[in-house]
């Protein structure tokens, strides 16, 4: 495959994941103005609790496809056989999961929401569940054929008819998180079956078993860090209600709606772009100072999206929650740190991947879960949802230290800690000042302030080429465009 086909393939993946995201921060309004708190809360825990399902019940196979259809298989019709066998296990599979928390729906609620909902909403969630399945499972299929294009306008189809279907479910017939469990079973299901059923025909089915093996040598290993990550993103929905009521589990998961603005907005795309960016230059000898300058620089916008995040945060939060949310701004800023330190973790970790250490990193992240369910079992029971919000923050913190010396170990990347630091160091002082300024305009100066005293002034002090080579271009793109 091209570089050229790659790229467009990682930046279609990466419009589709946006759009997605993006677009669900505008239901969060809807959401907050026709459900409780307690629903509000509820839908979190079900929809985080159906992403494991997902990953749990189908061993991590259909993201194994790739691996088995190019690196396994040798013609077309392997290929057509290995997703017809696969398909065959995934089938009744989902079926029993499916049957079982529909037949023990209300026993499930009492546990999972501490007497505090309802058996109806596990038994949606039991159908939300297939639908995503339905919807996911032939979206993998086309990514393993390389169809971008295809997996980016089904995968945007989906949400909009998702959305349309909860405009009507909650908005006209006021049904609240019930309502919503409906509309997202209905979008995902008809899409998916429409997807699937344009797949069947790259399927042949039958039972050679075997063809599984390398799907599973794939999704087993990867099963740990997956689970990890989302114990460490969402452990503590589950262990809020059992301390404290869901209108505070409300609260909490709409704090961190909108601290998740700063994973759509700037992690997931510096993410899609970082990845294939640091294998193509891991060859080259200047490589490990690449990465290092990589870090620094994200560290400088980690610090500006903070500051911003701070001046704006209020206001994002009286909009969407429409003013009912307001106790959640004790979280957002705590949720908005450990989300930029996770995206600090993704700048260090290209040592690990190019020194093949993904078994230890898994390992890392299954340590990072395991403390953060300590530290909820710590924190919560005084603090509530701030005690949830720190313990995020520090499992992730213990993450990122964590990885940076498995890193440093096997693969060491000079970082400019004296930079580092500085930068750090100034971005504290503004912070100190933004804190005790009230008037925005004022606060949006400082925020200008620091860019030029910290980011830019560093680069103009320690990159006198970077900034050469940026002026140069400028200059004959100008040049061109006159003539």
């Not at 869901?246 to 997931?268: P, R, T």
């Amino acid at each position: 495959m091209s570089l050229k086909k790659l790229f467009s393939n990682t930046a279609m993946y990466a419009l589709a994941n946006l759009l997605q995201r993006g677009m669900m921060l505008i239901l969060l309004p809807i959401y907050a103005r026709h459900f409780t708190k307690a629903e509000f809360g509820a839908m979190d825990m079900l929809y985080q609790a159906i992403l494991v399902l997902i990953i749990v019940s189908s061993i991590g196979m259909p993201q194994g496809l790739p691996r088995g259809m190019h690196r396994q298989n040798v013609t077309d019709e392997d290929n057509r056989r290995l997703i017809g066998v696969l398909t065959l296990f995934i089938v009744p599979i989902t079926a029993i999961v499916f049957g079982l928390i529909w037949a023990f729906s209300d026993a499930i609620a009492v546990v999972l929401f501490n007497n505090q909902g309802e058996g109806l909403w596990v038994r949606l969630g039991a159908a939300f569940f297939v639908a995503m399945v339905i919807q996911q499972y032939p979206l993998q299929i086309l990514k393993a054929h390389q169809r971008s294009l295809e997996y980016a306008l089904w995968s945007i189809g989906t949400f909009l008819i998702a959305a349309a279907c909860n405009l009507y479910f909650i908005v006209v017939l006021e049904k609240g998180l019930v309502g919503m469990l409906i509309a997202n079973s209905l979008g995902f299901g008809v899409i998916g079956m429409v997807v699937l059923a344009r797949c069947v025909r790259q399927m042949s089915f039958n039972f050679d078993w075997y063809r599984l093996r390398p799907l599973l040598e794939f999704g087993l290993p990867m099963l740990p860090a997956l689970l990890g990550r989302k114990i460490l993103e969402a452990s503590d929905r589950y262990m809020l209600p059992q301390y404290h009521s869901m209108e505070i589990l409300g609260e909490y998961v709409m704090g961190a709606k909108v601290a998740n603005i700063v994973e759509v907005l700037v992690l997931v795309p510096f993410l899609f772009a970082w990845q294939p960016f640091f294998y193509s230059v891991a060859r080259r000898d200047d490589a490990p100072d690449i990465f290092a300058r990589v870090a620094l620089y994200f560290l400088g916008v980690a610090a500006m999206v903070f500051m911003a995040m701070y001046i704006v945060q209020g206001d994002v939060l009286n909009f969407i929650g429409n003013g009912e949310y307001n106790a959640a701004s004790s979280v957002v800023l705590i949720l908005v740190l450990a989300a930029l330190i996770n995206g600090v973790q993704y700048t260090i970790s290209p040592g690990i991947h190019l020194a093949s250490k993904l078994v230890q990193e898994s390992a890392l992240m299954v340590a990072a879960a395991v403390l953060n369910i300590g530290l909820n079992i710590l924190l919560i029971p005084p603090y509530g949802a701030a005690g949830a919000a720190i313990a995020t923050l520090l499992a992730y913190l213990a993450y990122l230290i964590a990885t940076f010396m498995l890193a440093q170990a096997h693969y060491r990347v000079p970082y400019p800690m004296r930079r580092m630091l500085t930068l750090l160091a100034i971005a504290g002082v503004f912070m100190a000042l933004l804190v005790q300024v009230d008037n925005m305009l004022l606060q949006l100066g400082l925020l200008l302030s620091f860019v030029l005293a910290g980011p830019i002034l560093d680069i103009y002090r320690n990159e006198p080429a970077l900034i050469k080579g940026v002026l140069s271009r400028v200059s004959r793109r100008g040049v061109t465009d006159a003539r």
